[in-house]
């Protein structure tokens, strides 16, 4: 099953620009280097896999200067991936 998103926001700048189209593969296991679609806190992201431990996956945007991600919300568990682009 797929999953089709807009891109909303500059998080992962310059690979992903606002409003670019991002086709994701459901109930595929995430990669470090790959690009997920994750649930936090009620609000779908697509970031990018930058680690992956016992605790979770660390996932980062492309543009750090303006990405909120694993740095604020910490680790994500993999049942809260939802796609892999």
């Known amino acids: 099953m797929l999953l089709i998103r807009r891109v909303v926001g500059d998080s992962m700048l310059p690979t ?11 109930n595929k296991k995430p990669q470090i280097g ?18 992956h431990s016992d605790r ?18 910490g680790a994500v568990s993999e049942q809260h991936i939802f796609g892999v682009v």
């Open 34 to 51: 790959a690009i997920v679609i994750a649930m936090i806190s009620d609000r779908e992201v697509i970031k990018r896999v930058a680690s």
């Open 16 to 26: 992903l620009l606002p409003g670019h189209i991002v086709i994701a593969k459901k």
């Open 56 to 73: 979770g996956y660390i996932l980062l945007g492309d543009n750090p200067a303006d990405s909120t991600d694993s740095r604020m919300y």
